[in-house]
């Protein structure tokens, strides 16, 4: 497996066992350092490599586990991360790096202890980020408190949830959306580290060359085949904007899954927040998606013939910035020609007290027959609320829950 095969700066994940010679930083004067493999099967060594694969998609590194591209690549400019059963030797820790040593050009590896952290793919996947991330110089995500008195060396993030957010170089095993950070590292509250800047600047490496322009005159041509189209991209740095072009073929509708790379439900393993706006042929921006609680982003909408433009981005959510949220995505636009009955449709809801007040307006050439008002706590699984009469067009309630929630109406 390799992420970037081309690219001469290599991070090499070691799942098969090593022996470590006397003589390397780890033991200069002890025995022989022998290690088992990782203990994981073919299917979770997949999903460790497709996660730490994810994790530097935005520059110009082939994550591999093949070793022919490790001993091929540039010998100051690559890292053995082993990962391994055998941890006795060191002790108790789910990994170890020494910092900068993917620059040294004596082949030091680091470690991830996979039994240590009970064979569990997405803590594996975490270490295997962190501890390469510590040889490629740097060091930890830490948090202060309002005294800047260090309250923790780690970072453990905030938020729960698909947008549950941490470092990469703080604690990143129990939310979803593990990114790249700027913030203090732990000898000092206003010691910054800016993550990006150090991976780029100090490897051997850079940011990945751009794939998609970001002007309306150089936009992608997205060609209907079927009245399907698919388009693959990275969002490479926080100040990149994909632009896609595809042409409306006649009145009818327009359905896009815009959906950041993932290992399985709820966007596992995506370190992409996406964004997508709406443009029409004059450039006049017609609406901007971006689902709170999701890192995906969906359109549906009728559209008239026509050229229209797409722009990609990564951006933020409640928990994390957009300064890290990139990777890599995939579109998939669906048309089916004709018009809906239904003009105008629109939901609106309020606070009153405890109460959740909703109303809408309908506009159709259509008599309504039946009207659902649906909710959700995930922002894909919605269940009914209430099916009002066809002529109600308010409804008001006290909800059973504490979540953060959505509706939808089904008309």
């Known amino acids: 497996l390799s992420s970037h095969p081309t690219a001469t700066s290599v991070l090499f994940l070691d799942f098969d066992g090593h022996t470590l010679d006397v003589g390397s930083p780890w033991n200069v ?150 990114i790249w950070h700027n913030g203090p590292n732990p000898y000092g509250c206003t010691n910054y580290q800016n993550d990006l800047t150090v991976l780029t600047t100090t490897n051997g490496f850079s940011f990945r060359t751009d794939d998609h322009a970001a002007t309306f005159a150089g936009a992608s041509n997205a060609a209907f085949v079927s009245n399907q189209f698919n388009v693959s991209g990275v969002v490479e740095q926080n100040t990149d904007q994909d632009m896609i072009m595809f042409t409306q073929p006649s009145l009818g509708r327009f359905q896009l899954n815009a959906i950041p790379y993932n290992v399985g439900t709820g ?64 579109l998939q636009g669906n048309f089916i020609e004709g018009a809906l009955p239904l003009h105008k449709l629109e939901l609106r809801g309020q606070l009153n007290g405890d109460l959740h007040q909703l109303s809408w307006i309908i506009e159709a050439d259509e008599q309504i027959t039946r009207q659902i008002l649906e909710i959700s706590t995930d922002g894909r699984n919605f269940g009914p609320v209430t099916e009002p009469a066809a002529a109600d067009r308010s409804f008001a309630y006290r909800p059973n829950i504490s979540h953060t929630v959505q509706y939808r109406l089904n008309v």
């Open 29 to 178: 004067t002890s025995s022989v350092i022998t290690l088992g493999g990782s203990g994981l099967s073919t299917a979770q060594i997949t999903e460790v490599f497709n996660r730490v694969a994810e994790d530097y998609r935005p520059f110009n590194i082939n994550v591999t586990t093949d070793s022919t591209k490790y001993l091929a690549g540039n010998v100051f400019s690559r890292q053995r991360v082993i990962l391994t059963i055998s941890s006795s030797w060191y002790g108790s820790a789910g990994g170890v790096s020494y910092v900068g040593s993917f620059t040294w050009g004596d082949d030091t590896p680091c470690f991830v202890f996979s039994a240590l952290l009970s064979y569990n793919v997405k803590q594996v996947s975490e270490a295997a980020a962190h501890e390469a991330g510590h040889a490629l110089s740097l060091y930890h995500q830490a948090t202060y408190n309002g005294s800047c008195v260090l309250t923790s060396q780690y970072n453990t993030g905030q938020g729960s949830g698909e947008i549950g957010w941490a470092p990469i170089m703080g604690v990143g095993y129990y939310q979803n959306f593990t």
């Open 267 to 330: 966007n596992a393993g995506s370190d992409l927040d996406l964004q997508v706006s709406l443009y029409n042929s004059s450039q006049t921006l017609l609406n901007v998606y971006n689902p709170g609680t999701l890192l995906s982003s969906v359109i549906d909408s009728n559209l008239t013939a026509g050229v229209y433009y797409l722009k990609i981005e990564g951006n933020g959510n409640m928990y994390a910035s957009n300064y890290a949220s990139l990777g890599s995505y995939s």
